[in-house]
T-cell receptor, first 111, second 114 residues
Framework: NAGVTQTPKFRILKIGQSMTLQCAQDMNHNYMYWYRQDPGMGLKLIYYSVGAGITDKGEVPNGYNVSRSTTEDFPLRLELAAPSQTSVYFC??????????FGSGTRLTVV | LAKTTQPISMDSYEGQEVNITCSHNNIATNDYITWYQQFPSQGPRFIIQGYKTKVTNEVASLFIPADRKSSTLSLPRVSLSDTAVYYCLVGDRGSSGSARQLTFGSGTQLTVLP
């Protein structure tokens, strides 16, 4: 089925480790986003992209990096993981003038 | 980005109509109003989007008064499966060419009781 695919679904990291959260969409959407959601809270925008080769910071970019080499993929890189990055991470995509389609999320725990 | 204010929680009973109101006093001319639904352990799901007056789809209706400083999501005849968090978002649709940075607030936890 068409949509946004995130991998992995769960991950436990040790403090200081690094990892990449994968996000892929097959709807040919130009816009892609990474959000994090802490327990009981709304979603906060980390990074977004308006097309291949173009990325920009959102509300909470510190500790993260992204790249957008293709329209389909928008990986999120965590360098030097910290306990404050324990959260659920959602990737989303959208065409220019419509609602977002979200992935099912990656639950990350940093210990 | 326009800030939104919603009730933290609402309770309803099965079969009732539920109206969730969102305030967005500083909405800009190019801003649209979008509502999302989120179940536990899932990503938000798009429900409805509108600019003014009334929009209706198979799931919900969205009422927007002339001043656009608030909006009301209406869910007809709710069922237990409508228990979820509902988010109201305000932002442009990218018509300016810039990215659409929609901001999610804390949302409204709707609990439907039997």
């Amino acid at each position: 089925n068409a949509g946004v695919t995130q991998t992995p679904k769960f991950r436990i990291l040790k403090i200081g480790q690094s990892m990449t959260l994968q996000c892929a969409q097959d709807m040919n959407h130009n816009y892609m986003y990474w959000y994090r959601q802490d327990p009981g809270m709304g979603l906060k925008l980390i990074y977004y992209s308006v097309g291949a080769g173009i990325t920009d910071k959102g509300e909470v970019p510190n500790g993260y990096n992204v790249s957008r080499s293709t329209t389909e993929d928008f990986p999120l890189r965590l360098e030097l993981a910290a306990p404050s990055q324990t959260s659920v991470y959602f990737c989303a995509s959208s065409p220019r003038e419509s609602g977002y389609t979200f992935g099912s999320g990656t639950r990350l725990t940093v210990v | 980005l326009a800030k939104t204010t919603q009730p933290i929680s609402m309770d309803s009973y099965e079969g009732q109509e539920v109206n969730i109101t969102c305030s967005h006093n500083n909405i800009a001319t190019n801003d649209y109003i979008t509502w999302y639904q989120q179940f536990p352990s899932q990503g938000p799901r798009f429900i409805i989007q509108g600019y003014k007056t009334k929009v209706t789809n198979e799931v919900a209706s969205l009422f927007i008064p002339a001043d656009r400083k608030s909006s009301t999501l209406s869910l007809p005849r709710v069922s237990l499966s409508d228990t979820a968090v509902y988010y109201c978002l305000v932002g442009d649709r990218g018509s300016s060419g810039s990215a659409r940075q929609l901001t999610f607030g804390s949302g409204t936890q709707l609990t439907v009781l039997p």
